[in-house]
C-alpha cells in the first residue's frame, strides 16, 4: 500500500532544498547544475508547474517509486492549488530513476509516459555517465507534453520505435 505511515522515518528525507535541481550525489558540474536550475526556474515563472530534479546516492531501504512519492509530497513540490508538480528522482548507486507527478499533470504525464522518459532518454544517458545530457533531454521532453507542444504519438522521441 502506497501510503503507509513514516512516522519516525522523517530522517531518511532530507529537507527541501530551496532549489529545482539537488545534486545530493554530486555528479553534474556547477555549470550544468546552474544550467538546469536556471530552465527550470524559467519554466516555472512561465507556466507555474514546477520540475525538480533530485539525484541522491541510494534511497536505503525503500524502492524508489515509494520514496520519490514521499520526497514529492514532503517537499510539496508543485502549486499545491494546481497540484502540477513533477519530481525526477534518481539513486545512483541503486542505478534507478523515477519521475513523480502529481494529479494535475496525469493527462499530460501519465506514468507509462514518464516510464518511457526513464528508458528512453535518462537511462541510455546515465549509462554513458552524460547525466546533464539525460535530464536536460528528459526535462526538453517533459516541458514540450505539459505545455501541449507534442503527444506521446506525435514525439519521435517517444515512439516505440527505438
Same mark, same amino acid.
Given at each position: 500500500? +502506497?501510503?503507509?505511515?513514516?512516522? /519516525?522515518?522523517s530522517?531518511?528525507?532530507?529537507?527541501?532544498s530551496g532549489r +529545482?535541481?539537488t545534486?545530493?550525489?554530486? #555528479?553534474l558540474?556547477?555549470e =550544468?547544475?546552474?544550467?538546469?536550475?536556471?530552465?527550470?526556474?524559467?519554466?516555472?515563472?512561465? *507556466?507555474? *508547474?514546477?520540475?525538480?530534479? #533530485?539525484?541522491?546516492?541510494?534511497?536505503?531501504?525503500?524502492? !524508489?517509486s515509494?520514496?520519490?512519492?514521499?520526497?514529492?509530497n %514532503?517537499? &510539496? !513540490?508543485?502549486?499545491?492549488?494546481?497540484?502540477?508538480? $513533477?519530481?525526477?528522482?534518481?539513486?545512483?548507486?541503486?542505478? &534507478? $530513476?523515477?519521475?513523480?507527478? /502529481?494529479? /494535475?499533470?496525469?493527462?499530460?504525464? @501519465?506514468?507509462?509516459?514518464?516510464?518511457?522518459? #526513464?528508458? %528512453?532518454?535518462?537511462? @541510455?544517458?546515465? &549509462?554513458?555517465?552524460?547525466?546533464?545530457?539525460? +535530464?536536460?533531454?528528459?526535462?526538453?521532453?517533459i516541458? /514540450?507534453?505539459?505545455?501541449? =507542444?507534442? *503527444?506521446?504519438?506525435?514525439? *519521435?522521441? +517517444?515512439?516505440?520505435?527505438?
Amino acid at each position: 500500500m +502506497l501510503f503507509r505511515s513514516f512516522a /519516525g522515518m522523517s530522517e531518511d528525507f532530507p529537507a527541501r532544498s530551496g532549489r +529545482l535541481v539537488t545534486d545530493y550525489a554530486q #555528479v553534474l558540474s556547477q555549470e =550544468e547544475l546552474q544550467g538546469l536550475e536556471n530552465k527550470l526556474v524559467a519554466f516555472d515563472d512561465s *507556466t507555474s *508547474t514546477q520540475i525538480a530534479i #533530485v539525484l541522491m546516492r541510494s534511497t536505503g531501504n525503500y524502492d !524508489i517509486s515509494e520514496y520519490a512519492i514521499q520526497l514529492f509530497n %514532503r517537499w &510539496k !513540490i508543485g502549486n499545491q492549488d494546481k497540484n502540477n508538480g $513533477v519530481l525526477i528522482l534518481a539513486a545512483m548507486d541503486d542505478r &534507478k $530513476v523515477f519521475i513523480v507527478t /502529481g494529479y /494535475g499533470l496525469e493527462g499530460a504525464l @501519465p506514468d507509462a509516459l514518464c516510464k518511457k522518459i #526513464v528508458d %528512453r532518454e535518462i537511462v @541510455p544517458n546515465f &549509462k554513458h555517465e552524460a547525466y546533464y545530457n539525460g +535530464l536536460d533531454a528528459a526535462t526538453k521532453t517533459i516541458m /514540450g507534453l505539459v505545455k501541449g =507542444e507534442f *503527444t506521446d504519438r506525435k514525439s *519521435t522521441r +517517444l515512439n516505440s520505435s527505438h
